[in-house]
């Protein structure tokens, strides 16, 4: 089936730095989505990508669909304690039959004051 | 989280006890989801429900059933619980473009 491989697994920085990760697969998607998810809470959606090459803001936060429709990065800028938790990817294709949203890892974020 | 409530959220069973997980939502939508969720193995999907009456086998069903009981609810059941089944299980209804809308989680604990 479908797979995402995200990357880093985890970060460990310092407030104040900006951070990366990002996500491939060898399959297209129709839309790309990164989630957050906070220690004991459900994943929330940050970010929705619709189209190749869309790049999309959110605060602090920078994504981007890659041009292939294989791959997506995420971005934070000058991160704060309250960024810490999991960042899951997310690709999306309308119909299938095992559901049609397939999951990255998660990148786990640590942010030192 | 709004829209999509679970139920317990912490659970301690005994290993061959039986339970069941319910999640409820209140946003109308055909498709639903179970997933649970293991340090480094992210969220593997149990079963879904494309619509009302209807129930698919996910990546990691073994061990667990499911109930489209109504377009509302949709139940998570374990007839005989075992320690590799201590996680965290998620609940999700789809949101179409937007993707899914989870639930805050059960924590459930096998001894």
């Known amino acids: 089936g479908q797979q995402l491989n995200q990357s880093p697994q985890s970060m460990f920085i310092q407030e104040g730095e900006d951070v990366s990760m990002n996500c491939t697969s060898s399959s297209i998607f129709n839309t790309w989505l990164w989630y957050k998810q906070d220690p004991g809470e459900g994943p929330v959606l940050l970010i929705a990508?619709?189209?190749?090459?869309e790049l999309t803001s959110n605060g602090r936060l920078t994504a981007q669909f890659g041009i292939t429709r294989k791959d997506s990065f995420l971005n934070i800028s000058a991160s704060i304690p309250s960024d810490v938790g999991i960042y899951f990817c997310a690709g999306l294709n309308y119909g299938g039959s095992q559901g049609n949203l397939i999951f990255g890892k998660g990148t786990k974020l640590s942010v030192k004051p | 989280n709004a829209g999509v409530t679970q139920t317990p959220k912490f659970q301690v069973l005994k290993t061959g006890q039986s339970m069941t997980l319910q999640c409820a939502q209140d946003?109308?939508?055909?498709?639903m989801y179970w997933y649970r969720q293991d340090p480094g193995m992210g969220l593997r999907l149990i079963y879904y429900s494309a619509s009302e009456g209807t129930t698919d086998k996910g990546e990691v069903p073994n061990g667990y059933n499911v109930s489209r009981l109504n377009k509302r609810e949709f139940s998570l059941r374990l007839e005989s619980a075992a320690p590799s089944q201590t996680s965290v299980y998620f609940c999700a209804i789809s949101t179409g473009g937007l993707g899914y809308t989870f639930g805050s989680g059960t924590r459930l604990t096998v001894v």
């Open positions: 946003m109308n939508h055909n498709s």
């Open positions: 990508l619709y189209k190749a090459g």
